[in-house]
């Protein structure tokens, strides 16, 4: 099993960037998969998930309104379309299959991560 988060990068507030997170050793529709951050100095938080099946989609509130996540099963990969950035959104972005049932937004219910991705906001 891996997933492999790539998309980072620098992106000035008010804009955008996509996130991928590429997974192989399962499919999509058997598992759901999140993405946190963790910004320096914090503790690792759930931004998104998208649920296996028909999969369901949730979103933190800091985020709500400005990311979507979405899946494409046939290529195995999830994305993070991320908008109208703040430099609150500076942080290493992760993606991860969940393994326990419970709140998709709730890191210790995940066990398979991937690397992160650096995403810094500034102007």
């Known amino acids: 099993v891996q997933l492999q988060a790539s998309g980072g990068g620098l992106a000035q507030p008010g804009g955008s960037l996509r996130l991928s997170c590429s997974v192989s050793?399962?499919?999509?529709?058997?598992?759901?998969v999140g993405w946190f951050r963790q910004a320096s100095g914090k503790e690792r938080e759930g931004v998104a998930c998208v649920g296996y099946g028909g999969g369901d989609t949730y979103y933190a509130a800091s985020v709500k309104g400005r990311f979507t996540i979405s899946r494409d099963n046939a290529k195995n990969t999830v994305y993070l379309q991320m908008s109208n950035l703040n430099t609150e959104d500076t942080a290493i972005y992760y993606c991860?299959?969940?393994?326990?049932?419970?709140?998709?937004?709730?890191?210790?219910?995940?066990?398979?991560w991937g690397q992160g991705t650096q995403v810094t906001v500034s102007s």
């Open positions: 050793g399962f499919t999509l529709d058997e598992y759901p």
């Open positions: 991860a299959r969940q393994e326990l049932h419970g709140d998709c937004l709730f890191p210790p219910l995940y066990k398979m």
